[in-house]
């Protein structure tokens, strides 16, 4: 059926880009293309017949420096910095959005039991994944004990008023990581920026999340194609249509280094401390925004194939989850994920 599929894409002369973790098959077209690096990773935005190619360059520009300079762990002056070097019980000032990213960040902590958690900063930097290098020896019990005891999102207070937005903490030393919300937030951003300047067909790729919106008229959507979860080379695991949606891939298969001969993952078990060694090796979700599938997502693989079956069930997700065992790939597609499908 794929082979069917890739040819009748070939024959049409397609151009295939490449993200993270999606490739697109398009038809040639008169389209903008702009890339460039942010936030550690790479971006991407496709608009067709685009006249004011310089002021949306700009804009979108624009809009990625901004993002990073809110949300990084990396940029000393970020509002995660300054917020990370705030005493108990002070008060941060913060915005509509990074309101929104918080907001966010808790419901998905609530709803895979604390496996996905923001205030696991120290954590993701003892493990080499942060700030800090990777480590040459195991992080010791004590250790992972200690800087557990020094997160959790009870410690974190979101305020709304109407004065404004405030975020606060009440110990000393939590500090929170934004990192997996990053992307999805981008490209939201970006979508949103590029609605309001008139723009009503792109798509748009941050890292691993990818957005397309098409003009309502046009019936065709755009074909993504899920890449097999193995780092060595790219290559289709299956296709979806995406059409005024998001998707968002997570995965195990990039991002890991090996310690003593243990593979370590980036994805930290909040409840544990400790890299993810299960089975499930990607996930993707796809939602009407970039930020829920982005949220999703690395809950969803923290929490391992059957709890993340169980609850992309239970709240209706579209999902779909790929395991690997003895270099044996099997997937699971929720029944909204099948709608999205090309068969
Ligand atoms: C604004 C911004 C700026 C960045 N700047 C840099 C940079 O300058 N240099 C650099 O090397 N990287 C940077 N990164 C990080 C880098 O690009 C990350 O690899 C990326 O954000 C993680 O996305 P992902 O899609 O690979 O993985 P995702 O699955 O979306 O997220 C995984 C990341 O989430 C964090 N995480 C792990 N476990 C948990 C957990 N249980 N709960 C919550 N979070 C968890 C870890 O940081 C992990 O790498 C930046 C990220 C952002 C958002």
């Not at 194609?225 to 195990?252: M, R």
Request: one cysteine or more.
């Amino acid at each position: 059926m794929y082979s069917k599929i890739i040819l009748n894409i070939f024959i049409c002369s397609i151009l295939i880009l490449n993200n993270f973790h999606h490739q697109y098959l398009d038809k040639k077209e008169n389209v903008t293309i702009f890339t460039g690096k942010t936030m550690g990773t790479y971006w991407q935005v496709k608009i067709p017949n685009l006249k004011n190619k310089i002021y949306i360059k700009t804009l979108i520009e624009k809009c990625l420096y901004e993002d990073e300079k809110m949300l990084s762990s990396w940029e000393k002056n970020s509002l995660v910095s300054k917020f990370n070097k705030l005493k108990k019980n002070q008060l941060q000032i913060i915005n509509k959005n990074f309101y929104h990213i918080i907001s966010s960040a808790m419901k998905i902590n609530k709803k895979t039991n604390g496996k996905l958690d923001i205030t696991i900063s120290r954590l993701i930097n003892i493990w080499g994944f942060g700030i800090k290098k990777k480590p040459t020896s195991f992080p010791s019990s004590k250790t992972i004990k200690k800087n557990l005891s020094l997160s959790g999102t009870q410690h974190l207070k979101l305020i709304k008023n109407f004065f404004g937005f405030y975020l606060t903490k009440d110990i000393d030393d939590i500090e929170i990581n934004l990192s997996t919300f990053g992307e999805g937030f981008a490209v939201d951003h970006l979508s949103y920026t590029l609605k309001k300047n008139g723009i009503n067909n792109y798509t748009i790729s941050v890292g691993g999340t990818v957005l397309v919106k098409l003009k309502k008229y046009e019936e065709k959507p755009k074909i993504i194609a899920i890449q097999k979860p193995i780092d060595q080379k790219k290559s289709i695991h299956l296709l979806i249509y995406l059409k005024n949606n998001a998707i968002s891939t997570a995965g195990t298969y990039r991002n890991y280094y090996y310690l003593k001969k243990h593979r370590i993952s980036h994805l930290i078990n909040a409840n544990t401390g400790r890299p993810i060694t299960h089975n499930l090796v990607s996930v993707s979700v796809i939602s009407l925004t970039a930020l829920e599938a982005d949220s999703w997502d690395t809950g969803l693989l923290i929490l391992g194939f059957k709890k993340a079956k169980k609850l992309a069930l239970k709240e209706e997700l579209a999902v779909c989850l790929i395991t690997k065992e003895k270099n044996v790939f099997s997937t699971w597609t929720s029944p909204k994920f099948q709608n999205f499908l090309v068969h």
